[in-house]
């Protein structure tokens, strides 16, 4: 059988047309199998980014919840403090009532030694004789209540803790 030229040029032309057809076919597949390894590869990365968000918003409400913590450890500090400061001006009330009550003991007190001595026919007052007006004795009379300092040691002095209502 023998070929003419021209059906040799078309069998060259049909095999290039079928290479061609071939390759655009294999491009267009790869193509497709490249978009999705692409769209997978985009797909996990957006996977990665969602846990790291998921991380750091854990991370956020631990320490959301340790600044909250904090915050009620600040006002309960703060509340005691301001319950401490009212024990004190309180003892320091009490302190100053105290020291009054004392001083007016004491002015009664020296009141009724001179109202005493005044009655008392032992003692001898100034028109007597030329003596002292006061009578003779072995403790001097005191007027001002006696301040002793607390013996000091290493431990140091007890209070009495204010009392926390019952909640």
Same mark, same amino acid.
Request: proline residues 6%; hydrophobic residues 35%; glycine residues 2%.
């Given at each position: 059988?023998?070929?003419?030229?021209?059906?040799?040029?078309?069998?060259?032309?049909?095999?290039?047309?079928?290479? &061609?057809?071939? %390759?655009?076919? /294999?491009?267009?597949?790869?193509?497709? $199998?490249?978009? =999705? #390894?692409?769209? !997978? *590869?985009? @797909?996990?990365?957006?996977?990665?980014?969602?846990?790291?968000?998921?991380?750091?918003?854990?991370?956020?409400?631990?320490?959301?919840?340790? &600044?909250?913590? %904090?915050?009620? /450890?600040?006002?309960?500090?703060?509340? $005691?403090?301001? =319950? #401490?400061?009212? !024990? *004190?001006? @309180?003892?320091?009330?009490?302190?100053?009532?105290?020291?009054?009550?004392?001083?007016?003991?004491?002015?009664?007190?020296?009141?009724?030694?001179?109202?005493?001595?005044?009655?008392?026919?032992?003692?001898?007052?100034? $028109?007597?004789?030329?003596?002292?007006?006061?009578?003779? @004795?072995?403790?001097?009379?005191?007027?001002?209540?006696?301040?002793?300092?607390?013996?000091?040691?290493?431990?140091?002095?007890?209070?009495?803790?204010?009392?926390?209502?019952?909640?």
């Amino acid at each position: 059988m023998e070929l003419d030229t021209s059906t040799i040029i078309w069998i060259v032309v049909g095999v290039i047309a079928l290479i &061609a057809l071939i %390759a655009v076919v /294999a491009w267009i597949a790869t193509s497709n $199998r490249r978009r =999705e #390894a692409q769209v !997978e *590869a985009r @797909r996990r990365e957006a996977d990665e980014m969602r846990e790291r968000a998921a991380e750091v918003d854990q991370a956020a409400r631990e320490r959301e919840v340790r &600044a909250a913590q %904090a915050d009620a /450890a600040a006002r309960d500090a703060q509340a $005691r403090a301001a =319950e #401490a400061e009212l !024990e *004190a001006e @309180r003892l320091a009330d009490a302190s100053r009532e105290h020291r009054t009550d004392a001083e007016r003991l004491r002015a009664e007190q020296a009141e009724h030694a001179r109202g005493a001595e005044a009655v008392d026919p032992d003692v001898i007052d100034d $028109r007597d004789e030329g003596r002292p007006a006061q009578p003779e @004795r072995t403790e001097p009379e005191r007027t001002e209540p006696e301040r002793t300092e607390p013996a000091r040691s290493s431990e140091p002095p007890r209070t009495e803790e204010p009392r926390q209502p019952n909640t």
